[in-house]
């Protein structure tokens, strides 16, 4: 939401700013028509199959089918691979404690706290947070139904059939991907790039022809600004690629996205373009266009030279941020070759990923999280029981899928919740009373199924602020026509799951805003200084001697400094749910990072290039004394990026020879690059690592300044 067209209206801003962001929201874009065709398809086929056989868990099923991740094939088979085994875990715990609780009411609800703690924890302190809520969903859906008065045979069946019949719509969505991937053409991670480099491209061709750009170019590029790249992160995070591209296509997605969010602004803020400054402006389109046709064709785009400062535009400000970003976006592809191609791999017997995460067993913060869930689901538990109201129960779920760590991320799920959860309502109140009486086959029904279905499914193809509320609308919907195998004449189920989430939202409120609450604000600002502090550490590498130690330990840095920058944008986002005194300082902060966190991606690139020339890998070594002065110089820039980090942290002095002493370093070390024999240092491999060190000291130093413009204390 860095642009004007994304962010928060002030309280003398025109009221339509809420009309322009949902149809921002909702307009088409490549690919969504048919992504939505994809997941209505897969909901449809799944509920034929529930009504016609009469299957129970139908509702819950169909929204599985519509929610499974379509970013890629790959990661619709490992979402499907951890929905299975998360219910079938879920299902064999729920058994085998029934068989010790079951007779006794105490016992039973022991075993039910004790349970919700475990899943709450869960979700908090292991690496596999699908495989923690599929498992966590499972047991809070299927607890009312041993909680009924009914044989034990009944409640055994049930829960076999959930499993059965979630799995079953699991199964089903990802055959239907697999179909579509076998006519599927062109690449889901760089074509979306290629799409937002373009629509800027054009843009800026108007402003160099002297002319104001139409306004279908300019709702495009508000549309791709608002859409934002989550999409794009989420598929690069499940695809199974080498780590070396991973970053560098993680670092393009952010400029790119910056890129976009600049481009937002310009029909707003800008005005008439000078003559005098359309021949540049044509230029920058010109570097876009050129980086857009390699990327088509599966080149490296050219590294030019990056002077750092670029020169200023006077009366285009933001053009100078445009240009600075484009120049950049060829400087993530610094590294050709990933640390661990040079040396053979040794397999490591009986070596498996971690189920747990750093941690798991001696962070507090865990423990306080399981702790927190546990009482609010508990409470509920406890009311809609002691009421005699099982119809409430959704209390608890509404707990499950509005738990996370922060408090703005939190109150963004239960807003969408609930507003889903309304007007999920509403749809199926309205269907009962004027629709479903004059239905009388599942043709007809599956027409009504369909219209909800897309509706839903559209809005759960927006950007992450409005996607929740297409799932919670599908589920309010689904929960009143699926659940039962003949029409509902009662509007007390829509009643029921309205007041069941008022319930799990008022005691959500009442336990993570109140007890160890933690402010998405306050987690943002530290987590973008831990990866300041991380990215020093990774400049100094290796501190071992021994290159197999040296590249574990830089493979170990890299992959947290990469975790580092999802969980920071993240964060960025709930800090817009967030209210109270410190609000406006954390949304200054948060464009703030916003606008340097693409800037530090490209910068984390670039360092894991220069390392190869400090490992000295083969046909990258350096002569003793470049080797010293380059580590000098790291060692200077490592300092910059913790002074960094301590202005952020605690706004302390600017310090006025920093960047001065950057550029003798840098000199230095060029100097002595240069007067290298031919023989050590070929010509080719000269050229482009002093680029490479003046593309690291140029963005170094830019960050610098920027940082200390906004937090240094001048002394």
Known sequence: MASIAQSLPASNANQTWLFQWLRDELTPYPGRTLLVTRMVAAATLVMIITMTFRLPYGAYSALFALNLSRESLEASANAV???????????????????????????????????????????????????????????????????????????????????????????????????????????????????????????????????????????????????????????????????????????????????????????????????????????????????????????????????????????????????????????????????????????????????????????????????????????????????????????????????????????????????????????????????????????????????VAIFASWIMTSSPRLSYLGGQIAIGFFLISLQEFTIQTSLAVSRDRVVGILLGLLMMFLTFDHLWSSRAGVAMRKAFVANLRLLAQLAREPVSTDLRTAIERISSLRETIHAHFDKVRSLADGVLFEFGPSRWRDLELRGYIRQWQPQLRTLFVMRIASLKYRVQLPGFELPESVRLRHQAYDDHSARMLEHMADQIEQNAPESQDSVHRSNELLSATVQGIEAAEPSQLPADRTQSFVTLLRAIDGLTTSLASEIAAEFGIQV
């Open 81 to 451: 691979w951890m929905i299975v085994i998360g219910f079938v875990l879920a299902g064999a715990y729920t058994l085998a404690g029934a068989m010790f609780v079951l007779g006794d009411p105490l016992l039973r609800f022991v075993w039910v706290a004790v349970t919700l703690f475990l899943i709450f924890y869960a979700i908090s302190a292991t690496n596999s947070y699908a495989m923690s809520m599929r498992f966590g969903y499972f047991i809070v859906i299927t607890i009312p139904l041993w909680d009924r008065h009914v044989g034990a045979e009944a409640k055994v069946t049930g829960t076999l059939w959930a499993i059965g019949t979630l799995a079953m719509a699991s199964v089903i969505s990802l055959l239907m991907e697999i179909g579509y991937v076998a006519f599927r053409r062109g690449d889901d991670l760089v074509d979306p790039i290629r799409d937002r480099l373009s629509c800027v491209e054009k843009l800026l061709r108007f402003y160099a022809n002297g002319r104001p750009a139409d306004a279908a170019t300019q709702s495009r590029v508000t549309r791709l600004s608002t859409l934002g790249t989550s999409r794009l992160r989420r598929l690069l995070q499940r695809s199974n690629i080498d780590p070396q591209y991973a970053q560098e296509i993680g670092a393009l997605v952010g400029l790119a996205g910056r890129l976009t969010d600049l481009a937002a602004n310009l029909p707003v803020l800008l005005g008439r373009v000078p003559d005098a400054d359309r021949e540049r402006i044509g230029s920058v389109a010109d570097r876009i266009a050129e980086i857009c046709h390699d990327l088509k064709n599966g080149l490296v785009p050219r590294v030019e030279e990056y002077g750092g400062e670029s020169e200023a535009w006077p009366d285009l400000p933001l053009f100078r941020e445009i240009e600075k970003t484009v120049s950049l976006i060829p400087q993530v592809f610094s590294g050709s070759q990933s640390l661990t191609r040079f040396f053979p791999a040794v397999p490591q017997v009986g070596v498996r990923p971690s189920v747990l995460a750093p941690g798991a067993l001696s962070k507090s913060e865990h423990l306080k999280f399981g702790l927190r869930g546990c009482l609010a689901a508990s409470l509920c538990y406890i009311i809609y029981n002691a009421l005699f109201w099982p119809e409430i129960s959704t209390s608890v779920a509404t707990c499950l899928v509005t738990a996370l760590s922060t408090i703005g991320a939190s109150h963004q799920k239960q807003v969408l919740r609930f507003g889903g959860a309304l007007i999920g309502g509403l749809i199926g109140m309205g269907a009962q009373v004027f629709v479903l009486p004059y239905i009388d086959s599942i043709a007809a029904f599956t027409v009504l199924f369909l219209l």
